[in-house]
């Protein structure tokens, strides 16, 4: 089945600091990866969509500068939270579509990050 | 725009009963409709879909859902519940004209007593 490796799987740092978190398609290629938030008991709040090759899409409200995403590559995307406080604490969800699947194909989901910062 | 409602924020249901999770929706078109499981400090497992076809839509560990247009209603069922089915599940819709993005509903707790 289709896998999708999200790492790492938790971080804490101090505030101020960048993380970056990768999402991998491990058996296949993936145009497309959605980045999602997950605040606790709460639904996915969709951050952005990756797009391979090109700029990412935000959401609206997402800023763009905060939340900086690259998709270099057909099997990687990246999330690298700039300058991160407190408030940017959250678990953090990608997922993938497969690039031969058909639109009503089912995502694709790692296994979050959980991100807390001090 | 495309919505989905998970009116339970959770439900309960004694183990070896039935049980029951329930999903309303609204989108332009015909609806793609997928449930997903989630379990503690984990990503989302893909469950079932509905595209078309056959209503009543059976996926992975026993679930299943039926499609029903009229109410726009895409309710899990499982006839028997386990414990380990205690988790968080999420119902979600995506139009089925051009590129659209799938919208999530707010998901809903179930928990299986023993």
């Known amino acids: 089945g289709a896998v999708v490796s999200q790492h790492p799987s938790w971080v804490i740092c101090k505030s101020g600091t960048s993380v970056k978190i990768e999402c991998r398609s491990l058996?296949?290629?993936?145009?497309?990866m959605f980045w999602y938030r997950q605040f606790p008991k709460q639904s996915l709040m969709l951050m952005a969509t990756?797009?391979?090759?090109?700029?990412?899409?935000?959401e609206q409200g997402v800023e763009k500068d905060k939340f900086l995403i690259n998709h270099a590559s057909l099997t990687l995307s990246t999330l690298t939270v700039t300058s991160a406080h407190p408030e940017d604490s959250s678990f953090y969800i990608c997922?993938?579509?497969?690039?031969?699947?058909?639109?009503?194909?089912?995502?694709?989901f790692g296994d979050g990050t959980r991100l807390s910062i001090l | 725009a495309q919505s989905v409602a998970q009116p339970e924020d959770q439900v309960n249901v004694a183990e070896g009963n039935p049980l029951t999770v329930k999903c309303t929706y609204s989108v332009s078109g015909n609806p793609y409709l997928f449930w997903y499981v989630q379990y503690p400090n984990r990503g989302l497992q893909f469950l079932l879909k509905?595209?078309?076809?056959?209503?009543l839509v059976k996926g992975s560990y026993g679930f299943e859902a039926e499609f029903n247009k009229s109410q726009t209603s895409f309710h899990l069922k499982k006839p028997s519940a386990l414990v380990s089915d205690s988790a968080l599940y999420f119902c979600?819709?995506?139009?089925?004209?051009?590129?659209?993005?799938?919208?999530f509903g707010t998901g809903t707790k179930l928990q299986v007593i023993p």
């Open positions: 058996d296949f290629q993936a145009t497309t």
């Open positions: 509905y595209i078309t076809g056959d209503n």
């Open positions: 990756s797009n391979e090759g090109s700029k990412a899409t935000y």
């Open positions: 979600a819709v995506r139009g089925s004209g051009g590129y659209q993005k799938v919208t």
């Open positions: 997922s993938a579509r497969d690039s031969r699947e058909r639109g009503n194909q089912p995502q694709h």
